[in-house]
């Protein structure tokens, strides 16, 4: 399986943007960009995916680079809820694969 | 919806007991999985089903034995259970996106 490289902790002020990178180097063709989020105590939740080109949901934006090698997630306005651990991961597929974590990015929101 | 619900919450085992945890959900998804995260880590997969009637093993299956009861529930079995199984374990069900549980705390001494 591909893998990814994420710094380990990030620290945001309330209401500003936060950008976490990704470096996926190795990923395939039929590769998917995913992002989930952890917060304290609680299961993971998907946050965002994607394939070649940007996505945007409502809860975050995901900028694809050109070469695929790596990719953006993008809080547009961090909140004291954002406060989470995120995980950049790669599926070979949209719709069937198992996820496999790496140890993400703390992400730390100050007010 | 209830989504997946995992039981129980928390358990405290000694070594060499035994306990099911219990995993449902209510999405109609075929996909079902378990993980286990140690402190400051990610999940690591334990087993997961493809579908009812089918399972696989993960990346760290020792120590553990699964069953798919029906297309809802997926169970994980510790059969003699050791302290290196104290861990924070993780169901999931999924058709494209994962849908998490809230976790089982598990602590063996």
């Known amino acids: 399986d591909a893998k990814t490289t994420q710094p380990n902790s990030m620290e945001s002020n309330e209401e500003e943007p936060v950008h976490l990178p990704c470096n996926h180097s190795?990923?395939?063709?039929?590769?998917?960009i995913h992002w989930y989020r952890q917060l304290p105590s609680q299961g993971p939740e998907y946050v965002i995916h994607g394939l070649t080109s940007n996505v945007n949901n409502r809860m975050a934006s995901l900028a694809i680079a050109e070469d695929r090698k790596s990719s953006t997630l993008i809080l547009h306005r961090a909140t004291l809820r954002d406060a989470a651990v995120y995980y950049c991961?790669?599926?070979?597929?949209?719709?069937?694969?198992?996820?496999?974590f790496g140890a993400g990015t703390q992400v730390v929101v100050t007010p | 919806n209830a989504g997946v619900t995992q039981t129980p919450k928390f358990q405290v085992l000694k070594t060499g007991q035994s306990m099911t945890l219990q995993c449902a959900q209510d999405m109609n998804h075929n996909s079902m999985y378990w993980y286990r995260q140690d402190p400051g880590m990610g999940l690591r997969l334990i087993y997961y089903?493809?579908?009812?009637?089918?399972?696989d093993k993960g990346e760290v299956p020792n120590g553990y034995n699964v069953s798919r009861l029906n297309k809802r529930e997926f169970s994980l079995r510790l059969e003699s259970a050791a302290p290196s199984q104290t861990s924070v374990y993780f169901c999931?069900?999924?058709?494209?996106?994962?849908?998490f549980g809230n976790g089982t705390r598990l602590t063996v001494t």
């Open positions: 190795t990923i395939s063709g039929t590769d998917y």
């Open positions: 999931a069900s999924s058709v494209g996106t994962f849908h």
């Open positions: 089903s493809a579908s009812e009637g089918t399972t």
């Open positions: 991961i790669l599926r070979d597929s949209d719709s069937w694969g198992k996820l496999q």
